[in-house]
């Protein structure tokens, strides 16, 4: 919202008359028309009126105030409809004065195809909508990978992606480790394979116990039956499960619990989360909510849970650190999200007590490894504002690079940081298209014009500091984007490498000097420069592995023309995969319904016109 308010437009005493008593939410806004804070109030007019009371408004209330030049409200039917709405809003505006969670990301799950013949077991993160089971969800996707590790080494259901899986003429290295019983060739029936797969379903059900009783039995059973090597197999499976409970699992529980403990210290809060689900602590997750003033543990919990659980279900019970103020709200909203109950127990005892308390020291642990982080960076951002003569210590700052391969698949990156380190939801990658393979120059001028086109747009904020990966050349290549762009408000600075390429002997080149100027050696701030350039060439080249293995991956069929994707499907199916293709005549092409004589041969002379140079 940009739209200019005068300073005398707000009346406080005509405002507050006239405000409804019903429930709803109220957003504060400067004389920008900025939203500053979002609240909601079971009673509207005695919620804000207290805000300008100043025997009942706290000292950083009373400074919040004093910017307030419009009040909006939005009145809603109940309580609970309010807590929601100011969550959404707070999360789309994220105001300077609110408690804001920065976490954007979903959770990840695994998933279990159980519809298909020969399941497929695989990490899944996004909208449910594929038929099959769902598990978790999981702190991250690294959870997610080991669980699947220990899953493939017990139970060795397939992880092959379907394309790969339907395709498959032979049995692929997974099966020669022992990894999968190798569906995709028939060496294994449909009723051994679904075993396997029952097993699996017990074990992310959390019925440990159950499965080993079972295993037990088979064991059992095999052995009485005189087969050793089938009772061999059972055991392994047995002491493998055995181990991987021991580490996993929470004794006493059975259901799905989070455990939530916050610290705050210095205007820094940090929330931990360990998420248990059918009695198995599948992990746990840091959070650092953004907060401008210093606010108790309590409060930022009371802020944090609906927020967090606003687009995830809430599990059966919240264990928390602290006792909230809207204990009974919180779970009137958060069941009827869930559509079950949910309780907030800030008291427990036993074997729940130990697992808070351990939240809670490694929530504290976190926290001050954080402010260490924080102070640490802080005088780094100083010691550049001194090496570089910058008037005002920056802010924000911004680092392109440039990655390729002799000159195709080039990716260039743009990483930012501010004063609390890198903000990786601001980084950006530029796919280089339409310049001379090679030419980092136009890459740069390219990539800095598309990044500064939008900041023009109002996507983003426009850095300080515009840091490139190169020399003069690179430098001046920056210079011209901006310049285009009639950019003249950034300083940019070319990092280019020192004598042998080592750290620390970097120069820094300006636009307006002419030699690169030398920082102290030993600078906190040559430190800061190293951090950002060498996240931007990691992140480069990340960028463009994946784009040039995004390139190899593309079959060669997909370069055909008139050779859309059901008939390469077909074509793959008849001759079992690109090498009976590449084997098979025209004629035998041709037999193929839809492959014409003229498709036939262009198919044949892609897989053979090598053979005639």
Known sequence: MNVEISENAFDVKAFLKSLTTRPGIYKMLNKEGEIIYIGKAKNLKNRVSSYFKPQTASPKQQAMVAKVAAIEVTVTHTEGEALLLECQQIKRYKPRYNICLRDDKSYPYIFLSTEQDFPRITLHRGAKNKRGRYFGPYPSAGAVRETL?????IFPVRQCEDS??????????????????????????????????????????????????QLVAKMEKAAAELDYEQAT???????????????????????????????????????????????????????????????????ILQAFIPQYYLERQAPYELIVSHELEETDLLTEVLASQAKHTVNISPRVRGERLKWLQMACANAENALLSKLSDKQGLYARFLSLQEELGCKELPRRLECFDISHTQGEQTVASCVVF????????????????????????????????????????????????????????????????????????????????????????????????????????????????????????????????QRRGKAKKQSVLETIPGLGPKRRQILLKQFGGL???????????????????????????IFHHQDDI
């Open 149 to 153: 590790k220990l899953l493939q080494k």
């Open 164 to 213: 790969v899986y339907n395709n498959r003429i032979r049995p692929c290295l997974q099966y020669q480790i022992e990894r999968c019983t190798g569906p995709c060739v028939g060496l294994i029936d449909k009723p051994a394979y679904a075993q396997d797969v029952d097993s699996t379903i017990l074990f992310l059900e959390g019925k440990g116990s159950l499965l080993i009783d």
């Open 233 to 299: 197999i059972y055991r392994d499976q047995i002491l493998k499960l055995r181990s991987v409970l021991e580490k996993n699992f929470v004794h006493g529980e059975r259901g799905d619990v989070d455990i939530i403990a916050c610290a705050s210290k210095a205007g820094v809060a940090c929330i931990q989360v360990f998420f248990i689900r059918n009695g198995q602590h599948l992990g746990n997750k840091l959070f650092f909510p953004k907060i401008t003033d210093e606010h108790d543990p309590a409060s």
């Open 418 to 545: 501010d004063r609390e380190g890198p903000v990786k939801s601001a980084y950006r990658r530029f796919n280089i298209e339409g310049i001379t393979g090679g030419d980092d120059y136009a890459a740069i001028h390219q990539a800095v014009f598309r990044r500064f086109k939008r900041l023009k747009q109002g996507e983003h904020m426009a850095p300080d500091i515009l840091f490139i990966d190169g020399g003069k050349g690179q430098v001046h290549a920056a210079q011209k984007a901006l310049a285009e762009l009639d950019v003249n408000n950034v300083m940019i600075v070319g990092v280019s490498k020192g004598p042998d390429r080592k750290p620390g002997m970097e120069k820094l080149i300006l636009v307006d000097q002419d030699q690169p100027i030398d920082m102290t050696p030993g600078a906190s701030g040559l430190l800061l420069i190293q951090h950002i350039r060498d996240e931007a060439h990691r992140f480069a080249i990340t960028g463009h592995r």
């Open 579 to 605: 090498q009976g293709i590449s084997r098979a005549g025209v004629d035998a092409l041709c037999s193929i319904d839809g492959i014409s004589q003229q498709l036939a041969q262009r198919i044949y002379e």
